[in-house]
């Protein structure tokens, strides 16, 4: 905190409380009462000294910083600008009580440059999983596997409440049926052109927008996910999500609500969970989990 001396009153207050600018004597000193009544005075205003500069260091506290920024994955607030990562790490898992469960991985690298400014980027894309359905053509139910990768490059704009990305690349995805349906025309494996983007934004200081879309030409396959959601926390989010997704043979939409920006050490997860809407499948359930990590 500091010694007594680091910490007096402004001559003006000692002055109001009738005490010299030595700050030890106090103006005159006419018996008990008065001595009483100096030394009062001026325990009075040594508090005062001595409370103001942790007044301002806690009303500073409740300030944000002048260059805080937001992380466009899991809307945390940064306190200061990080350059000392390179490559960011996403990781994720979807279920569903439609039978099917999938998980993805996707590691993007700044080349040009600090990856918390605008610049190139490179994405490399790896998605497996399983799923069943009835086969109504063979009356029996059918087993899938999904193996997809990518390799896309793309430019990354960021400001300061703003990321906006745009990739193109391509995807090599194969899918395997336990047995052969001929009202499932996706099978097979084969190459596709890949484009991709995402948006994260901080339209005020409470709240955030994310959304991510992609499309193969590769079974037509697509995907998109809105989010919007309201700071309850220190960095951390929620609020309703919308996804879109499918290709040649299914179609499916989810609607829910997610929790996001929640940190565990560098680790910084998003959860979500809701009602899905399936072509083949019907209606059902899901749930996913997602993380990053910045090297």
Known sequence: M??????????SVAKSFGITKSFGKPKSIGGP????????YLVAASALA?????LSAVRAADLPAANAGADWYTGAQQQSVDDSWAVAVDGSTSVTSNS???GSMTVTAA???PPTQSGVRIRVEGIAGTYSYPGRAVGARINGFQQEGG????YEWIWRDAALAGYIGFNVRSNQLSQPDPGNPVVGTGVGLKVAGSLYATPTDRTMVSAYGSYSTKFNAYYSRLRVGYMVADGVYIGPEALFLGDDFFRQYRVGAHLTGLSFGPVQVSLGAGYVQDRVQGSGYYSSVEARANF
């Open 2 to 11: 500091g010694t007594f001396s680091q910490h007096r009153a402004p001559r």
């Open 33 to 40: 009462k008065s001595f009483f009544k100096a030394k009062s």
């Open 50 to 54: 001595v409370a103001a500069p942790m």
């Open 100 to 102: 099917s469960a999938f």
């Open 111 to 113: 080349p040009g440059g």
């Open 151 to 154: 390799l896309l490059t793309g």
